[in-house]
């Protein structure tokens, strides 16, 4: 393809694109297809000599249309929202046509010094504290690929720090602290690395949220085995309820434990920090106070399109002490003489994709105002959702709502007539006739043995009448599950 010939494909993708939003509501939300369905689409072998290219371009129509679960679309409520809109799809679209692997400041110097000011951006709307910023030149942000790498990379970080302090200490006795209801990147990090992680029972009662209490008694069992804790990870947002561990407890108890590094996983709810109003709710001064590092991922409920996970450290010095590994031809006059970040130090890999772009473009579009907005207008539609369900007769809460996300259930009338198994057969059934329907899309949980169903807001199309019709459809489809339901399980 030359240049001429790429300009009329852009043209024409970029039509696709907008032809695709423009129908995205009358599409089904979930891909009808079957597993292997591409199998007859796509020949088993690449061709022997090269294609027109209008015609691959059709093919992308024909195949891989069909196959996708619409995360855009208004009515996806499933998981987390997917960030996506035109700045990040353009953004993309310029970092890859100046592809290159950005390891260090003399690969591109515009991709290292992009991300040191925007980091510096996003954690100033987000007020974290000036010691996180890359302009204190102690502390810094970086973009990596996934809230799990961000985790990974703490981990690490943690453990030569830890081992640096201790160096008698035996790998086996070392130990991930992290909560029942952490994210599976807490017990991934532990497998990858071949470490022990704790996970602490966290309770109905206080909402589903790691206390000072539970972490002190963990601390001290472990202790009297010898283990050594070193790193615990806190979680705002729990992927599961949207429950925030107390931080300000935990950062009380760990001022007895000076050693463990605590990291925050605020790859969900992290972005409503943006918000000033949210910032106590969500513990940012204890955050600010006792977070050795912190992480929240922009590509969920953050307009910017994935990948992106952002990760500030208080000190940079941490991770590039683990990770550096300069073998001579990586060496740099500017990385020896420190005048630049060498962003290969901060991350598992080594070479690095330009995502700063996107961060870039969309704070500039929408400004501080404008994401504030956004984050907003999701936790005012899910107050609307979560009014009716508390309306309702069959279906009731589970916990608090937390920021844009619901949890519930239904509760069948005299429901202490019944077993925990049978309500959440209840449940389950509930949720597979929900799934079975392609316009609508949400997905279910299991909060400590209960059956529960999930409704997150968060996709920049969604609307309050796409809540109130989800809302109607959810009822109706509650109301015939429970007739079922009651029939079988009549005396
Ligand atoms: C989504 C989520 C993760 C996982 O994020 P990745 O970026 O896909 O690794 C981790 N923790 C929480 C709280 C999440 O909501």
């Known amino acids: 393809m030359d240049v001429e010939q790429f300009r009329k494909a852009g043209y024409a993708a970029i039509d696709r694109i907008c032809d695709y939003f423009n129908s995205l509501e009358k599409l089904p939300v979930v891909s009808r297809v079957e597993p292997g369905y591409m199998k007859d689409l796509v020949p088993a072998e690449a061709p022997e000599n090269g294609e027109d290219f209008d015609k691959i371009a059709e093919d992308y129509q024909k195949v891989i249309i069909p196959g996708l679960t619409r995360w855009q679309h208004p009515s996806f409520f499933a998981y987390f929202p997917t960030g996506c809109t035109f700045e990040g799809i353009l953004a993309d679209l310029y970092s890859s046509s100046v592809a290159n692997p950005g390891f260090n400041w003399s690969a591109s110097p515009a991709c290292t010094e992009l991300e040191v000011i925007t980091m510096d951006w996003a954690a100033k709307m987000l007020g974290l504290s000036p010691e996180f910023y890359n302009s204190s030149e102690v502390g810094g942000g970086v973009v990596q690929t996934s809230a799990s790498d961000s985790v990974l990379v703490a981990v690490v970080a943690a453990r030569s720090r830890y081992q640096a302090a201790h160096p008698e200490t035996k790998m086996e006795d070392l130990v991930i602290y992290a909560t029942t209801q952490t994210h599976s990147l807490g017990a991934k990090a532990a497998v990858v690395l071949g ?106 409920w953050g307009l910017v399109n994935f990948d992106f996970s952002a990760m500030w450290v208080r000190d940079r010095k941490l991770l590039t002490e683990a990770l550096d590994v300069t073998p001579i031809f990586l060496r740099t006059k500017q990385g020896d003489e420190g005048t630049a970040i060498d962003y290969r130090n901060w991350h598992l890999g080594l070479g690095r994709k330009f995502r700063s772009i996107k961060l870039w473009f969309v704070l500039r579009s929408y400004g501080v105002t404008g994401f504030q907005n956004h984050i907003r207008k999701g936790i005012k539609l899910n107050k609307i959702f979560s009014d009716l369900v508390e309306k309702s007769e069959i279906l009731s809460l589970v916990t608090e709502p937390s920021l844009a996300l619901t949890v519930f259930r239904i509760t069948p009338p005299n429901e202490e007539n019944y077993t925990v198994a ?70």
């Open 422 to 491: 049978a309500v959440n057969q209840l449940n389950l059934h509930f949720h597979n006739t929900l799934s079975a329907r392609d316009d609508i899309m949400l997905t279910k949980t299991d909060l400590n043995g209960r059956i529960c169903i999930r409704l997150a807001v968060g996709s920049s199309r969604t609307e309050e009448t796409h809540i109130r019709q989800a809302y109607e459809t959810i009822e109706q489809v509650a109301s015939a599950s429970i007739q079922s339901w009651l029939q079988t399980h009549a005396n």
């Open 195 to 300: 470490l022990q992680i704790r996970t602490i029972e966290v309770e109905w009662k206080d909402s589903y949220c790691l206390r000072g209490d539970g972490l002190r008694a963990a601390f001290e069992a472990d202790e009297k085995l010898g283990r050594k804790p070193f790193i615990l990870i806190g979680t705002v947002g729990t992927t599961s309820s949207g429950a925030v561990d107390n931080i300000s407890e935990i950062a009380q108890v760990l001022k007895e434990y000076p050693d463990v590094w605590l990291h925050i996983d605020a790859a969900w709810a992290g972005v409503a920090l943006a918000c000033p109003e949210y910032r106590e709710a969500l513990y940012l001064p204890q955050i600010n106070e006792a977070a050795t590092s912190f992480c929240t991922n922009f590509h969920k």
